[in-house]
């Protein structure tokens, strides 16, 4: 028989354990628990004879605690010391960008989740008993590196996209200021390439100065696209027909003209250009094949 007592003084993390144990198909598994000063006791005890399956089950259940009800807390408690000079709101933000690296789809949950599993189960193959607490404090030196990398990484990722909006922003009141120079431009976007055209639906020139005049262009790179920017912000146009021919989501560069341009710009998916183009894409594709 094997037997793990499990010490915790948070009720909400007790009444998740027992759930989570409760749940599993393991014949022979018994459950109980007893509350002391400090610390309530949940015991597991184990008389099957499939070792590895149970202390498998234990500690992925362990991890999984540790990612849902420690990290979130520790991650908010060293954004509070150590950069305290944020406000409230860009905390909230910083650690919703941290939400997103805790989760399954982050590049970093393999690493997460298999560091503090086999720290816990080297620990469990060890010892009858853990106090969750200290575990999570004292043992997971190498997953405490990786929430401070994760944190600056969130921080910087904030950062740039401050800066982004402040940009945005920036250049919002600058078209509101100043008069449009035409009247309409298409710009026909696909596989991540613009083509822009006059009001007369004829390509415009890439070689004219407006595409390589520069002044617009900051340090925060948008996409392969920057000049297109820089030419739509030349001329400001009084109304921007974005065409979108080939089936696909609106990306970073579209996503930004959508935001500095706002109600200047109006989204097409079916119309003689979007015809052409659409035919001009199949005819590429078919040549490669």
């Known amino acids: 028989m094997k037997s793990i007592c499990i010490k915790i003084n948070n009720n909400s993390i007790i009444k998740y354990l027992f759930d989570r144990f409760s749940l599993l198909e393991l014949d022979n598994l018994y459950l109980s628990s007893n509350s002391f000063k400090i610390y309530d006791n949940i015991i597991i005890h184990y008389c099957g004879t499939n070792i590895d399956l149970f202390y498998d089950c234990i500690c992925s259940i362990l991890t999984d605690t540790i990612l849902k009800f420690y990290e979130p807390i520790v991650l908010k408690k060293e954004l509070n010391s150590n950069f305290f000079y944020f406000s409230s709101s860009e905390k909230d933000r910083i650690l919703e960008l941290c939400d997103y690296e805790s989760s399954i789809e982050s590049e970093f949950f393999k690493d997460k989740y298999f560091s503090i599993y086999n720290s816990l189960y080297k620990y469990l193959k060890e010892n009858h008993s853990i106090v969750l607490n200290g575990f999570f404090n004292f043992r ?3 997953y405490r590196k990786t929430l401070d990398y994760i944190l600056n990484t969130c921080i910087n990722r904030y950062l740039i996209e401050r800066e982004y909006f402040e940009f945005i922003s920036i250049l919002r009141l600058y078209i509101e200021s100043n008069i449009s120079k035409v009247s309409n431009i298409h710009l026909v976007y696909f596989n991540g390439t613009s083509i822009l055209l006059d ?8 070689k004219s100065k407006e595409y390589f005049n520069a002044k617009f262009l900051s340090d925060i790179t948008f996409s392969d696209n920057d000049y297109i920017l820089n030419y739509l912000l030349n001329t400001l146009p009084a109304h921007l ?5 080939v089936d696909e989501i609106e990306d ?12 200047r710009i109006t989204i097409c998916n079916n119309c003689d250009i979007c015809s052409l183009y659409k035919y001009i894409n199949l005819d590429i594709k078919n040549k490669k094949n």
């Open 140 to 142: 997971l030196g190498k």
């Open 199 to 206: 009001d007369n639906k004829q390509v415009i020139d890439s």
């Open 241 to 245: 027909t974005i065409h979108i021919p």
């Open 252 to 263: 970073d560069f579209i996503n930004t003209l959508k935001l500095i341009f706002e109600n």
